[in-house]
Nanobody
Framework: VQLQASGGGSVWTGNSLRLSCIAS????????VSWFRQAPGKERAFVAG???????LYSDSVKGRFTISRDKVKSTLFLQMSSLQIEGTAVYYC??????????????????WGQGTLVTVSS
């Protein structure tokens, strides 16, 4: 499976942005899919994910502001980000895999990764 992330850009605090991740070369609907982000000098961190049964999970830092969704027909994953904060500045990666619940938020549980898209939030 190949993943192609897009939609990053530069925004002001409080603004919104929508990221997309298009999958090709595999059966996208079989996988759990998630978004991670990596800020400068920090480790890659879980942002939001959709399990194979459509259950969604969010990190505490984005809950209520970000919404993850997927279009299985178009093999596309989305991340709608609202009320962006300075701390949201990072490279955002989409990922696909078959993680078990206990390790759903761990980057090592995912096999397929997009190339990342940069989001810069300024005040």
């Amino acid at each position: 499976v190949q993943l192609q992330a897009s939609g990053g850009g530069s925004v002001w605090t409080g603004n919104s942005l929508r990221l997309s991740c298009i999958a090709s070369g595999g059966t996208f609907s079989r996988y759990s899919v998630s978004w991670f982000r990596q800020a400068p000098g920090k480790e890659r961190a879980f942002v939001a994910g959709i399990k194979w049964n459509a259950t969604t999970l969010y990190s505490d830092s984005v809950k209520g502001r970000f919404t993850i969704s997927r279009d299985k027909v178009k093999s596309t994953l989305f991340l709608q980000m609202s009320s962006l904060q300075i701390e949201g500045t990072a490279v955002y990666y989409c990922a696909a895999g078959t993680p078990i619940l206990s390790s759903f938020r761990s980057p090592t549980s995912y096999v397929y990764w997009g190339q990342g898209t940069l989001v810069t939030v300024s005040s």
